[in-house]
């Protein structure tokens, strides 16, 4: 039987920030066995929200895997959400339809991809080993004709500009729709827990979350438009510690739609999956979509089994969520050309101004402009972000690790430079593991989008839900599964 564990120490500490950060108190509360709260966190006046959230937490299916098998602990989580601002969620909420277009429009580009992608293919070996994939299946001509997206556009706020700036967008292997939907309505229950007698809680501060449901229903629409064949394959990493995430979303989908799911490693698509007639098979079963929830970095990739699978799946007639053409087109050096005058333009004529609005600076490090960008990140370490074609947390160069990569030279095709984004803190009561920690944090908002299109023709196109990922203010990267953020919510000012 799965148990949940929730062990800390008590200790306050004070941390000095760098600029921006200011100084902060971080507390953690002992577990205890008395109040009937055994195996939460101590009741008292700064834990008994959090007892609550973790209670909810087990209660409903937020939760994550532990380090063995068989024992299973809380998502860490906020208990409370964060304020943003209205019209700066509002401005990506509404752009995140267009950017699903742009990157399905860059996906069936080939002139395009190959052009962009000519250096990171030379200089990255993974981008190469995804471009092979693409090329040894046929291309343009091999892939489906459709294309079925779950993707996720990633914001902070700039707080000198006021406006939501956009990180990156996620084509493939998004995550925490399901623990993210659960978040929300946590942090509603929680309001109205909290609340005092006759106080009335602004819910319409606290937005719907329908990302569960919208990632299930583009997904079935996509198995549906292909035929309604067999089942579908969602492809995971293994021992996944984000299992309730996805099984939340293969529950829906059968409980909804009546489709089952298979889970596999690429590993165990590459020992049990063939071919028939073009039909993608597994374990005897027909597999009519297959949805990646890994497959995303090259750690997925240990052996040339692995990559055998991914090529073996693209060469079926399953439609891929996404195919490696869309996995390509969401390339950080496909977001750097993109902001290059004119380049939007081209893909997206009407909706180019409202998109750049939300466009941070991006440098390509190629040729004589990647000489200047890298004298503009040398001359302020600090305000740049040195981004290699990686997907997940830890990836990331800041500030001296940015300084001693550019100082060392080579071909530097692989990156792309970004503008540091400069976003407002904010004290927040977070729970990760049973610690209760009030911490001074930065959040990074990410914007569901379902999207389906089938021939020419836009099936579906609609923002599907959102997540706020909070972390502590003196951490560079955001990664919620990487163990540098909490799942969160936006409370809309």
Known sequence: MATTRATTTRATTRATMGRRRGTTTTRATATTTGAGNRGLVREGATSARAVEAVAYCVEHGLMIGGDEAGRFTHAPVS????????????????TSPAFAELYDGVSRDDGFLRETLRGAIKNDAF?????????????????????????????????????????????????????????????RHLAAWSAK?????????????????????????????????GKIMMVVQPNERNMFDQR??????????GIHTVRATLAEVNAEGALRDGT?????????????????????YPTSGEWSARLLIEQSNALKSPSVAMHLAGSKKVQQKLAEAGVLESFMPERAADMRRVFADLYSLDGDEGTEAIKLALANPAGYVLKPQREGGGNNLYSDDLRKRLELGG???????????????????????????????????????????????????????????????????????????VLDSPLLV
């Open 248 to 257: 939340h979303i293969s529950h829906y989908i059968f409980e909804t739609h």
């Open 79 to 94: 208990c409370a959400p964060t304020t943003f601002p209205r019209s700066a969620y509002e401005l990506a909420e509404a």
């Open 197 to 229: 007698p006759g106080e009335v809680v602004d819910f319409d501060a606290m937005p719907q979350n329908d990302a569960l449901s919208s990632a299930g229903d583009v997904l079935a629409a996509g198995w549906k438009a292909m035929g309604s064949k």
């Open 127 to 187: 981008t190469a080993a995804l471009w092979d994939v693409y090329e040894r299946s046929g291309g343009q001509e091999g892939r489906q004709k459709a294309e079925v997206g779950v993707l996720r556009s990633d914001y902070m706020l700039d707080a000198p500009s006021g406006l939501p700036l956009q990180v990156e967008v996620n084509t493939v292997s998004t995550s925490f729709m399901a623990l993210g939907s659960k978040v929300s309505a946590m942090h």
């Open 411 to 485: 071909d530097l095709g692989a990156f792309i430079l970004m503008q540091r984004i400069l976003p407002p803190s904010h004290q927040t009561l977070t729970v990760r593991a049973g610690k209760v920690l009030e911490i001074e944090t930065l959040s990074e908002l990410g914007i569901y989008g379902s999207y389906l299109r089938v021939g020419d023709e836009i099936v579906i196109n609609k923002h599907g839900g959102s997540l706020l990922r909070t972390k502590a203010a003196t951490s560079d990267e955001g990664g919620v599964a990487a163990g540098y953020a």
């Open 280 to 300: 993608l098979t597994f374990r005897g079963d027909d597999i009519g979509l297959v949805y990646f929830r890994a497959g995303y970095t090259p750690s997925d």
